[in-house]
């Protein structure tokens, strides 16, 4: 059907001059019949989708690199597409003809419903209260000076045009979308700026929240007020009533679904996703009826979701085809309404005018944060994160517009100062803070540095879930905790962001009830973690949960370390433990890229957990003290090694046992030609030391801190110092075969033996399975018949120390990389290190077997293989 022949019309009588089309979903005969395919409803829908699909996509590839959020790329390709621009275009006037307009803002409408619906499933209400008051303090002065002062600019600028028609609710239409924040662009950002777990972005995120879930409420009272004041009353009492019903009635409910029908919660099947759309639409009606309009029944839909891992499936399910599809089509019809050829022939006035709506939330910002006494910088920054708009503020200026509350020139100064705002944010953010700057250079980077257990020791621990709680408790109770050398412990719970919500860092206070949405396994670990702390005064306590994808999970642990000035981190091997005292066959192979992405960008000395029931047989039997074997080969990473050791042994519930291996072959032709011989050795084995005046100074330096250590613990019963002296790889691993299986010893401490080479440990360097272990922590964690737990430890060194400790004659002579060998090859799979072509990768790791889940996220603006 042809909706521009004659017969599809139809005159109102009342109203000669208006036509009204009979619209119906067809298609066309074809070219055959010499039709005009966009004469269809059905074809042209089709091709707008991809007209606008192409314009919104180059935009958002344009800005990316500035970190530019997709929804300026959305509003500018509506300009673009309306009469602006390409809207004179004969091509584009037949693509979006004004007949068609009633079909695409349906179309765009339900979508932006949906895209709502996955809002809520992001928003968590709960972390409102944990927000804190100078977060809430912060928010509320953030929110109202925007509001009061954008209020004055429009009276300014409504009084320089008296022609226009004056309205009740006008000022605050303008006003309003000014004052909001759109709390998932803020979060974006500061995820793809790495600035989610500063002091800075965990301000800002709360303070965004706030200002989010007060636009909303704005939504709800003004709606309703275009109307009337009485209108309002009603229909915002009602909402409230709706809101709580919800809350205390629906939600139960869906827990109680949830459970019965979800045994694993690993799929979402179709009668879910039904399920879903039909309860998004009910709600979406039910707000409708009320007065509110249907987002916000779609928006409380989304936030009630009382499972996480569910709503994280749903987000995953929906995201693509509703937020990157269909949306667009939303901004087109916003940018339909503009023609800034007819906005003002003088660019100044309006130009002045969105440069005071850019400053509002910055002059705020500077303002309130001075009683906090936050530096000028970051207040500057807060302010410029807080212009970041949303969705709601695009949808307030294009009500405002569609029920004629504002004139045209209005919205159109609104609009651009909303792109203007968020599109300023990342690219001047970026430059504030660049990785380089936001460094600090904190000294006790090392366990070495925090001088052993005569000080403080600042440990970063991670959970991968219930089944480390044992194994990391005991060794937090074994690492001499007193009162003049205390153990601060920041525990971190590591879960997946399975769907495309937005990255956080929660912060749990010890004794406090937790709302929001909960999940079991982080329960039992703060559960038991609270309980340990109370238990011990000298160790203090800071759980903390990470939400993340794998991809970004290792430099949030990175950033964490770095932010709290951590020493130590642990990580759990990336294989729990069973129940038998083994370990798991398969294990994570997510997790182990983590362990190797931070093993790779640490700030600090890292230890790889491997767990086998540390501490399990002691705490059945009090009387009993763990035993714990530590191994010196020499080298950076021994002696980091050494030093927990010498904290472990000053415990008082350790029997330390430290030994130190010798080559009886080194020992009778010291520096002669067996040094030729490390060297070849070195060079078949890829890149590391061996310029003989770098081994000289190692071995010094292991002197030194065995001597040290020998003298500190003299006289002490519970520490014991042996030497062993081993000719080559096969007396290595027969004597630790058997401590580990007939001398009882529950851990098992090593250095990792980077940037070390030893005669005794080279060729075990060819058949490690596990390289990120070191060549003695995979021989320990290869053997089937041991129940030892072991602690690999990897000593920082930055590249200011790493020049001074190698010197002139290692950056000579030494530094050769060669591919491993076949076997080496076979063992690491498809693990590799990216070179300086492959920098996008976070100087992490690349798996290759998840090749099939490469994506283009929109979410952090960066791509990952993973």
Known sequence: ??????????????????????????????????????????????????????????????????????????????????????????????????????????????????????????????????????????????????????????????????????????????????????????????????????????????????????????????????????????????????????????????????????????????????????????????????????????????????????????????????????????????????????????????????????????????????????????????????NTKGIISMFMANLAIDKKILSSYEYATLVLSIAVMTAATGPIIANMYRPAKRLSHYKQRTIQQAKGAESELRVLACFHGPYNITGMINLFDSSATTKESPLNVFALHLVELTGRASAMLIIHHPGKSRAGRKDANSEQILTALDTFASLNDSIEMHPLTALSPFVTMHDDICSLAEDRRVSFVILPFHKPPTRDGKLDEEGSTSFRGVNLNVLANAPCTVGLFVDRGFGETQNEDSSLKRQVAMLFFGGPDDREALAYASRMGASGVVNLRVVRFQSGMLESNHGGDDMDGIQGTAGEFGGLVTASAYIERQRKLDQMCLNEFRLRSAGQEMIHYEEKDVNGEEEVVFFLREMATTQQIDLFLVGKGEGALQPLTAALLDWCEYPELGPIGDSLVSMDDSRSSVLIVQQYIGPEEESEELGDQRREHMVDVHEPSEHSREHLGKWQVPGEEDEHHLGGFEMEPFDRHKRDDGMDGLKYNY
């Open 1 to 386: 059907m042809d909706i521009n022949a004659e017969q599809n019309l139809y005159r109102s009588p009342d109203h000669p001059g208006i036509h009204c089309y009979i619209v119906n979903v067809t298609s066309s005969s074809g070219l055959w019949q010499s039709e005009n395919p966009l004469t269809q409803s059905l074809p042209i829908l089709a091709m707008q989708l991809a007209t606008v699909i192409v314009i919104t996509r180059v935009l958002q590839y344009i800005f990316k690199p500035y970190h530019i959020p997709p929804i300026v790329a959305n509003i500018l390709g509506g300009i673009l597409i309306g009469p602006t621009a390409l809207g004179n275009l004969g091509y584009f006037q037949q693509m979006f003809p004004l007949r068609a307009l009633m079909m695409l803002e349906t179309v765009s409408y339900w979508a932006l419903t949906c895209h709502v619906f996955l809002l809520g499933l992001e928003t968590d209400v709960a972390s409102v209260l944990r927000a804190g008051k100078k977060a809430i303090h912060v928010a509320a002065f953030g929110f109202l000076f925007p509001l009061v002062a954008g209020i004055a600019i429009f009276l300014m600028i409504h009084k320089n045009r008296p022609d226009e028609e004056s309205n009740q609710s006008q000022f605050v239409y303008f006003a309003a979308p000014l004052a909001m924040t759109g709390f998932p662009v803020v979060s974006r950002i500061l995820v793809e700026l790495k600035l989610i777990h500063t002091d800075l972005g965990r301000l800002a995120m709360s303070c965004a929240l706030v200002e989010d879930l007060v636009g909303w409420a704005f939504v709800i009272i003004l709606l309703p007020y275009t109307i009337s004041f009485l209108n309002a009353v009603y229909s915002a009492l009602a909402n409230v009533a709706f809101i709580l019903f919800c809350v205390y009635a629906v939600r139960p409910v869906l827990a109680l679904l949830i459970r019965r029908t979800t045994a694993h919660r690993n799929n979402v099947n179709e009668h879910y996703l039904s399920f879903i759309m039909v309860s998004v639409s009910l709600f979406a009606c039910a707000t409708e009826v009320l007065g509110t309009g249907s987002l916000v029944g779609a928006f409380v839909f989304g936030v009630i979701m009382p499972d996480r891992v569910i709503a994280g499936m749903l987000a995953d399910k929906f995201e693509d085809f509703m937020s990157g599809y269909l949306l667009p089509l939303y901004f087109v019809t916003c940018g339909l309404k503009i023609n800034l050829k007819e906005v003002n022939s003088n660019w100044a006035g309006p130009a002045f005018t969105i440069l005071i709506c850019c400053s509002l939330k910055i002059i705020g910002a500077m303002i309130t944060t001075s009683r906090y006494k936050i530096p000028r910088r970051d207040a500057f920054a807060l302010g410029l994160i807080s």
